[in-house]
């Protein structure tokens, strides 16, 4: 079972995360997706919450990743962590507008 919220900015990503907490989700199962990768990778190490990596995505789709467009990607991750492929390409289009979207599983 997952959780999917949509948020625009980072303040309201923090909120959501804070709801999510409790919730009863921890930080490590709260995934944080933004379009640019920097930026994505930053608001995920300065909210301690997990990003998806080998683990969730096994080794031969992380590879897989260096080859990819970034919607791909994305779409990939979002999968691995519970989303299907209608799920994921709508959220991929949240993103495309500058939004953030937290899918905690």
Request: glycine share 0%.
């Given at each position: 079972m997952y959780t999917t919220k949509v948020v625009e900015n980072v303040v309201q990503a923090k909120g959501a995360i804070e709801e999510l907490t409790r919730e009863g989700y921890t930080e490590k199962q709260i995934y944080i997706f933004a379009h640019d990768k920097?930026?994505?990778?930053?608001?995920t190490d300065a909210t301690n919450t997990q990003d998806v990596g080998i683990k969730e995505q096994g080794l031969v789709d992380a590879l897989g990743n260096f080859f990819r467009s970034r919607g791909?990607?994305?779409r990939d991750k979002m999968m691995a962590v519970g989303l299907n492929q209608a799920e994921a390409n709508r959220y991929e289009e949240e993103l495309d507008k500058g939004r953030l979207v937290l899918i905690a599983s």
């Open positions: 920097h930026f994505s990778e930053d608001i791909d990607e994305l």
